[in-house]
């Protein structure tokens, strides 16, 4: 038969194995486009066995891992210190369930995310914005933001007017800190 016949053309589905998909990440060459679709396709076979919900963890914000993976970075409650975990890896809490330790929900965070270290970031008035944290490309260093709200703000207008000056007295003006941290440092 034809494509000419007015015929549905024949689509072969990709394979659900997922020992196939890892040899075919490994040996195909992609362009830059093709590779995130190939990674997400993997991740399809991927499906979590167990799930634990209200888990007990530290006061404070968790924000995002490293792009390696291996560092979680987290704010603490009142958004002056920046905390940095080690991540354990998928199988650190398989000893908890093995044993059948009835307070897992109160152990799984400390299994999974060792303290590294602690530091007072934001300063005198300051607070860490949330939003505002990037890592380097090699997971090395953190770039975090602190602010404070500006005391006397009516002699910041008269000190710095042009085109872009903020006109509504009711926005208040803000100073930002940027601050490196090193990861690598034990703190």
Same mark, same amino acid.
């Given at each position: 038969?034809?494509?000419?016949?007015?015929?549905?053309?024949?689509?072969?589905?990709?394979?659900?194995?997922?020992?196939?998909?890892?040899?075919?990440?490994?040996?195909?060459?992609?362009?830059?486009?093709?590779?995130?679709?190939?990674?997400?396709?993997?991740?399809?076979?991927?499906?979590?066995? &167990?799930?634990?919900?209200?888990?007990?963890?530290?006061?404070?914000?968790?924000?995002?891992?490293?792009?390696?993976?291996?560092?979680?970075?987290?704010?603490?409650?009142?958004?002056?210190?920046?905390?940095?975990?080690?991540?354990?890896?998928?199988?650190?809490?398989?000893?908890?369930?093995?044993?059948?330790?009835?307070?897992?929900?109160?152990?799984?965070?400390?299994?999974?995310?060792?303290?590294?270290?602690?530091?007072?970031?934001? &300063?005198?008035?300051?607070?860490?914005?949330?939003?505002?944290?990037?890592?380097?490309?090699?997971?090395?260093?953190?770039?975090?933001?602190?602010?404070?709200?500006?005391?006397?703000?009516?002699?910041?207008?008269?000190?710095?007017?042009?085109?872009?000056?903020?006109?509504?007295?009711?926005?208040?003006?803000?100073?930002? &800190?940027?601050?490196?941290?090193?990861?690598?440092?034990?703190?």
């Amino acid at each position: 038969m034809s494509n000419n016949d007015g015929a549905i053309p024949f689509k072969r589905n990709p394979d659900q194995n997922i020992m196939l998909r890892l040899s075919a990440r490994q040996v195909h060459i992609d362009t830059p486009a093709q590779m995130f679709h190939r990674e997400r396709a993997f991740y399809q076979c991927l499906v979590p066995n &167990h799930t634990e919900a209200n888990v007990q963890m530290p006061q404070c914000y968790l924000r995002k891992f490293t792009p390696d993976g291996k560092k979680l970075l987290a704010f603490s409650s009142n958004q002056r210190n920046v905390m940095v975990y080690d991540y354990a890896g998928a199988c650190a809490g398989q000893a908890l369930y093995l044993n059948g330790d009835e307070n897992v929900k109160a152990k799984l965070f400390d299994c999974f995310f060792k303290p590294t270290f602690s530091i007072l970031v934001a &300063h005198n008035g300051e607070n860490l914005n949330r939003e505002c944290n990037l890592f380097t490309s090699e997971s090395r260093y953190a770039i975090v933001a602190s602010s404070a709200q500006v005391e006397d703000a009516n002699n910041m207008y008269d000190l710095f007017q042009n085109n872009e000056s903020i006109s509504n007295p009711r926005s208040f003006l803000r100073i930002t &800190h940027f601050t490196l941290l090193d990861s690598c440092l034990e703190w």
